[in-house]
């Protein structure tokens, strides 16, 4: 009988001490659970005023260089030439360059990037899966100075050897080994939308006798078109803002055309030029660079809010 009621009292103390054990875990965790919420906040407003910052920053400075030069002379101007007492200050020049590259990265990797995107998703098996997308996704590891190498000492002379009267440096090679590097977004990207298009609409398509071609280009990239438009856009996004492969195989030359066998330069690679230079600090050279830095931040955001846009328009909810 005593037996019984030590049994019974040592078990009654086991779960009061269970009790107390789990009130101080259960008040712990309620600190933590507390302690989240400021902390993501904190978080999300060291994200706000950073932007913020940079916003600050590049007006301020953008202000004081259309102080000294005309709005109009800058965004018409043609001619760039930041050294010398009769300098000019037209960002036309490095807006063609940039646009130039862009769009020949966007003619390289659209094609590539999308067809790849559907021999992942739609013919491709699990097996060359597993095998191919970590290849290619071994491109967008690879630092962008390596490819910029890669298209001055590799891609440069094949095409010299093939387009007679192509510069040492020219925008055309760069645009194309951005495109090699854009590739894996796109792809990417592409087949994440192609992926999240409901099995039935492929199965539906095929009971009605459609080939597995016409079920691939008819049904599914259709219903995947938001996705597949918005990472176009944001390698559009991704070719503007590219620095180390323009500023390394493009040159320096500021050249206003549309020759791509020329010698250009790109926005990016214009601020790079500048802070790697003498550029006293209160000078108009000096406030130059912040007027083509918010030049291009400008033309990202709107390539960004194009995207969010295309996006929410052609979504479609399954």
């Avoid at 200050?89 to 559907?118: K, R």
């Avoid at 991704?238 to 180390?244: D, Q, Y």
């Amino acid at each position: 009988m005593n037996k019984t009621i030590n049994q019974a009292n040592e078990k009654k103390l086991e779960i009061r001490k269970m009790i107390q054990q789990n009130k101080q875990s259960t008040s712990i965790s309620s600190i933590v659970e507390k302690m989240i919420p400021k902390l993501l906040l904190v978080i999300a407003i060291i994200s706000v005023v950073t932007t913020a910052g940079i916003l600050i920053t590049l007006l301020s400075e953008t202000v004081a260089f259309f102080r000294e030069v005309s709005f109009v002379e800058f965004f018409t101007g043609t001619v760039l030439k930041p050294l010398g007492q009769n300098a000019q200050f037209g960002v036309l020049p490095l807006l063609t360059g940039t646009l130039l590259s862009s769009a020949i990265a966007m003619l390289v990797a659209i094609p590539i990037g999308l067809m790849t995107a559907v021999y992942l998703s739609e013919y491709a098996s699990d097996k060359v899966r597993r095998v191919l997308k970590p290849i290619l996704e071994i491109l967008a590891g690879i630092p962008t100075i390596v490819y910029g190498f890669f298209a001055l000492t590799f891609v440069t002379p094949i095409l010299r050897s093939i387009i007679p009267g192509l510069e040492p440096t020219n925008i055309l090679s760069p645009g194309i080994v951005m495109g090699i590097m854009i590739i894996p977004m796109v792809a990417s990207l592409s087949e994440d939308a192609l992926g999240a298009v409901p099995n039935a609409m492929r199965e539906g398509a095929l009971a009605l006798g459609a080939t597995k071609l016409e079920v691939t280009w008819k049904v599914v990239v259709p219903a995947a078109i938001s996705g597949i438009i918005a990472s176009f856009v944001l390698g559009i996004s991704r070719a503007i803002g590219e620095t180390m492969i323009v500023t390394i195989a493009s040159g320096s030359s500021k050249n206003f055309t549309f020759d791509l066998t020329q010698s250009m330069q790109t926005m990016t690679a214009y601020i790079v030029e500048v802070t790697g230079g003498d550029a006293p600090a209160g000078s108009t050279l000096y406030y130059s660079l912040y007027a083509v830095a918010m030049t291009l931040f400008v033309f990202t955001l709107v390539m960004n809010l194009i995207a969010q846009y295309v996006s929410r328009k052609f979504r479609e909810e399954y």
